[in-house]
């Protein structure tokens, strides 16, 4: 619709032209014609989709409907990554956080991939990988893996050798 109402607009402009050259009203008012039929063009498609209407609401309802379901299908696939994409990052609260920068145990990194994990995570089956201490792979800008979940076993394990 927009489309019609540029080529409209256009049609206004070169009209004005030859209007503006030759001093004669018919290419004047066949430009005036020309805008005053894109406004009209602008509101009838505003009028069309206007909020309160059934039909329009019935259309978004329907339109947001089908974009809810694409986002559930788009996290669901993100919640399992495939071979190729990364794995979400972990979300660490701040007090987990200031116990992994003092923490020296062993996770895994991959060369050119921003996450580390635990060796057991499954999305490194078969991938090769480099041992770091968790505290140099945070210095080094790694995030945790929300899929192995590295901060969280860390210090669960880190605050159950601390109590016992």
């Known amino acids: 619709m ?11 402009l070169g ?11 018919i290419w004047a008012w066949s430009s005036v014609g ?3 039929l894109a406004a009209l063009v602008l509101a009838w498609d505003w009028w069309r989709r206007r909020p309160g ?4 609401d019935t259309q978004s ?4 409907a089908a974009a809810d379901d694409q ?4 996290s669901a696939v993100a919640d399992t990554p495939s071979a190729d994409e990364e794995p979400p990052e972990e979300d660490t609260d701040a007090a987990d956080l200031l116990v992994v920068a003092d923490l020296v145990d062993e996770v895994r990194v991959l060369d050119e991939r921003p996450r580390y994990h635990l060796s ?3 999305w490194l089956a078969g991938r090769p990988t480099l041992g770091l201490p968790v505290q140099e792979a945070r210095q080094l800008q790694f995030t945790p893996c929300a899929l192995c979940t590295p901060d969280a076993v860390l210090v669960r394990r880190s605050r159950s050798a601390q109590s016992g």
């Not at 009209?15 to 009203?25: D, G, R, W």
């Not at 209407?53 to 329009?56: L, N, S």
């Not at 986002?71 to 788009?74: D, G, P």
């Open 2 to 12: 927009l489309f019609v109402v540029l080529l409209l607009v256009l049609a206004a």
């Open 15 to 25: 009209l004005l032209v030859p209007a503006l050259a030759t001093s004669n009203t």
């Open 34 to 36: 020309a805008s005053v």
């Open 53 to 56: 209407d059934p039909v329009a």
């Open 61 to 64: 309802v329907d339109q947001l």
């Open 71 to 74: 986002r559930v299908v788009e």
């Open 120 to 122: 057991s995570c499954s």
